[in-house]
T-cell receptor
Framework: GAGVSQSPSNKVTEKGKDVELRCDPISGHTALYWYRQSLGQGLEFLIYFQGNSAPDKSGLPSDRFSAERTGGSVSTLTIQRTQQEDSAVYLC??????????????FGPGTRLTVL | GQNIDQPTEMTATEGAIVQINCTYQTSGFNGLFWYQQHAGEAPTFLSYNVLDGLEEKGRFSSFLSRSKGYSYLLLKELQMKDSASYLCAVRDLNYGQNFVFGPGTRLSVLP
C-alpha cells in the first residue's frame, strides 16, 4: 500500500505554543519510530512504539515531548511550550520487525518545524 | 554506550568508485543498515549486513567485519544523482528495537 505519511509537511509556530505532529505508518507495520534531524546533522532517536506501547522513550529530550499511538497505527508527537531549539525536521519511520533485513525502516517525508 | 563514526564529507568524480567507511562500538550487535538521504528528503534503505562479508546490489556494495566493528559502502560508476548523505545505522539487541544512526557522510559527485 502507500508509504509512510506525515502531516503537516511544514509547521511554523511561535515560541511557547504547543504543536502536534502526525504519522501514518505503512499498513501492517507494528513498529513505529520518531526521529529528529537538525540541519546538516544525523538522526536523533526520540521514541519507539511496538503496537501501542512505547518500550523505549529514552530519546525524548524533555518532559515537553510526548507521543502516543492508537489502534496500532497512527501516532502523534506532541511538543508543548515549544522552544527555538525544537526547530528541526521530525521524521517518522515504520517497520515490521521479524528480524534481519525485514527490520528495515521506511521513512516518511518528515515535518519541518520552525519555532520563531 | 554506542558510538558510530563516519567521515563528515567526501568528494568524488562522476564515473569513479568511492568507499564510505563506518566504525561502530556496540555490545549486542544485530545488524547494520545503510541509508541514502538526498537533501530535503527522507532516508531510503540501501543495504543490510548481519554476517561478515560483502553484499552486492548493483552499483552499491556493503561490507561488514564484526570483529573489527567496521563496515563500508562502496559505490561504483558514480553518477551525479549519487550526491547525497549516506547514513550508517546499527541495531543493538541491548537496545531492543532501537537503531543508532551515525552522523552521515555527505557525498558530492563532481562532473
Amino acid at each position: 500500500g502507500a508509504g509512510v505519511s506525515q502531516s503537516p509537511s511544514n509547521k511554523v509556530t511561535e515560541k511557547g505554543k504547543d504543536v502536534e505532529l502526525r504519522c501514518d505508518p505503512i499498513s501492517g507495520h507494528t513498529a513505529l519510530y520518531w526521529y529528529r534531524q537538525s540541519l546538516g546533522q544525523g538522526l536523533e532517536f526520540l521514541i519507539y512504539f511496538q503496537g501501542n506501547s512505547a518500550p523505549d522513550k529514552s530519546g525524548l529530550p524533555s518532559d515537553r515531548f510526548s507521543a502516543e499511538r492508537t489502534g496500532g497505527s497512527v501516532s502523534t508527537l506532541t511538543i508543548q511550550r515549544t522552544q527555538q531549539e525544537d526547530s528541526a525536521v521530525y521524521l517518522c519511520a515504520s517497520s515490521f520487525p521479524e528480524g534481519g533485513w525485514t527490520d528495515t525502516q521506511y521513512f516518511g517525508p518528515g515535518t519541518r518545524l520552525t519555532v520563531l | 554506550g554506542q558510538n558510530i563514526d563516519q567521515p563528515t564529507e567526501m568528494t568524488a568524480t562522476e564515473g569513479a568508485i568511492v568507499q564510505i567507511n563506518c566504525t561502530y562500538q556496540t555490545s549486542g550487535f544485530n545488524g547494520l543498515f545503510w541509508y541514502q538521504q538526498h537533501a530535503g528528503e527522507a532516508p531510503t534503505f540501501l543495504s543490510y549486513n548481519v554476517l561478515d562479508g560483502l553484499e552486492e546490489k548493483g552499483r552499491f556494495s556493503s561490507f561488514l567485519s564484526r570483529s573489527k566493528g567496521y563496515s563500508y559502502l562502496l559505490l561504483k560508476e558514480l553518477q551525479m544523482k549519487d550526491s547525497a548523505s549516506y547514513l550508517c545505522a546499527v541495531r543493538d539487541l541491548n537496545y531492543g528495537q532501537n537503531f543508532v544512526f551515525g552522523p552521515g557522510t555527505r557525498l558530492s559527485v563532481l562532473p
